[in-house]
């Protein structure tokens, strides 16, 4: 009877390549399956203090929705660091110019916030269209809920 935790070590991490298509489905639901991807809790080998996880490529962040009048009173805010340096943007304008940055904005507040978070926001690329450069890694297509 062996009663041991399996713990992962980085030398028999496995890791695989998935593309995630967001059009018409929710910033929300695209970013919850991206960082369960990235934090590697689909494998049974998971380990928290561990990065398990895999390459996340998502496309179509143009075309990705906000329920409800998240779109006006979504507000993202930014500090310059200099007094008065407060900038804010609503969630429209911020999905009609960087749709990027808006998703990867909410990656990131589901990932660890510790080096290991940022170790796992690396393995992360977002396109605002259809096309990538990553062929060469042969991504599964992965579907959203």
């Known amino acids: ?4 935790t399996y713990s992962a070590k ?12 967001a059009a018409n489905k929710p ?3 695209v970013a919850t399956e991206a960082a369960k991807l990235l934090r590697g809790k ?7 203090n561990i990065d398990t ?11 990705v929705v906000l329920t409800g009048k998240k779109l006006d009173q979504k507000i993202y ?3 310059s660091n200099y ?8 969630a429209r304008v911020m999905l009609s110019q960087k749709p990027e940055e808006a998703m990867m904005h909410a990656i990131k507040g589901m990932l660890p916030h510790n ?18 450069e990553n062929q060469a890694q042969k991504p599964e297509v992965w579907e959203v809920k």
Request: with cysteine.
């Open 10 to 21: 980085k030398s028999e991490i496995e890791r695989k390549w998935y593309i995630i298509d």
């Open 83 to 90: 007094i008065g340096g407060l900038k804010e943007t609503t």
């Open 27 to 29: 910033l929300g639901r």
């Open 53 to 63: 996880g895999d390459h996340v490529i998502i496309l179509n962040c143009k075309d």
């Open 1 to 4: 009877m062996n009663n041991t």
């Open 42 to 48: 689909h494998k049974p080998t998971y380990t928290p």
């Open 115 to 132: 080096s290991l978070g940022r170790q796992m926001l690396k393995k992360v690329r977002i396109y605002a269209g259809n096309e990538h």
């Open 77 to 79: 805010r930014h500090h």
